[in-house]
């Protein structure tokens, strides 16, 4: 396997996460940045302000986006920017937000909540309880409560018959494997991995080998799992917060992977001038096309 450093776009994202590949676009949030930011292919890179955080970014078959804000979903168009919310979430949880989301092959949308740790101007707080659930949207607008007594939700990813999920809890630093029927219901749940690597788990995306890459926020570093768990590679990167990842490129054997300011120190911050960056990898490894939402 190889990896190679392509680029590096020093975006200085506070919290860059939820990585989409979008027919030639790089697409991603920054969260306590509040904008929905785009690499085009000439590498310019354009930006939508967003009026709360922008917790997550899940592409619509139909055109656009939803976004996830720290407390609905809203249908985003992506060329103007103009957002509109059609569903709140967790009305009767306020302390709580959105974060990591996800479209499975059948195009139902996935999001999970945590309690909310981030003031209104964008710096942390603690995590004192684990109060956030996992959502399954379906296209006809029915959600349903799937998980409770989520830490930090984080990871979402689907093998390509969507019999298989992964979702991890950034608080319990582990991720699983949950079986699915074909209505998206789950029927069976078990630990993929062992004793988790070095830093904490956060967002991810699975290959066409069925590996799954997992950015390690903390560690400076992806961690490829093979499908039984095992960790078949450690990628390191110039960025101490790696958010999440995906697969794009005409050929989707790039690797985009988002990171984060986010609790870094000021001296961390002057130590290295690409903390918050979007790292580009060339790969001998295929991806799979982002799943897009059917409703």
Request: with cysteine.
């Amino acid at each position: 396997m190889r990896t190679n450093i392509l680029a590096i776009h020093d975006v200085a994202n506070g919290v860059g996460e939820s990585p989409v590949w979008d027919a030639g676009v790089l697409r991603w949030v920054d969260i306590t940045g509040r904008a929905v930011h785009a690499l085009r292919p000439d590498g310019t890179i354009d930006s939508h302000a967003m009026p709360d955080f922008p917790c997550f970014l899940a592409l619509r078959r139909g055109g656009g986006a939803i976004v996830g804000l720290r407390n609905r979903l809203c249908h985003l168009d992506l060329d103007t920017g103009a957002i509109a919310a059609f569903h709140a979430v967790e009305p009767d949880r306020p302390d709580n937000r959105c974060n990591e989301g996800g479209v499975d092959p059948a195009g139902r949308l996935w999001f999970g909540t945590m309690q909310d740790n981030l003031m209104p101007n964008g710096e942390p707080k603690p995590i004192v309880a684990a109060t956030g659930a996992l959502y399954r949207f379906d296209p006809d607008g029915a959600c349903t409560r799937m998980l409770d007594g989520i830490g930090l939700s984080n990871t979402l990813a689907w093998s390509p018959d969507g019999t298989a999920m992964y979702f991890g809890d950034t608080l319990e630093n582990r991720i699983r494997t949950y079986r699915l029927d074909r209505d998206g219901g789950i029927v069976a749940a078990m630990d993929f991995h062992g004793i988790a690597p070095d830093g904490a788990c956060d967002g991810s995306t699975l290959d066409a080998q069925g590996y799954l890459w997992n950015a390690r926020f903390g560690a400076g570093c992806l961690i490829r799992f093979a499908p039984d768990g095992s960790v078949d590679a450690r990628i390191d990167l110039p960025v101490t917060n790696p958010t999440s990842c995906c697969f794009g490129g005409p050929d989707l054997r790039t690797l985009y992977v988002t990171s984060a300011r986010f609790g870094l120190s000021d001296a961390a911050l002057a130590a290295n001038r690409h903390e918050g960056a979007l790292v580009a990898l060339s790969t001998d490894i295929q991806g799979l096309p982002a799943n897009r939402f059917a409703g």
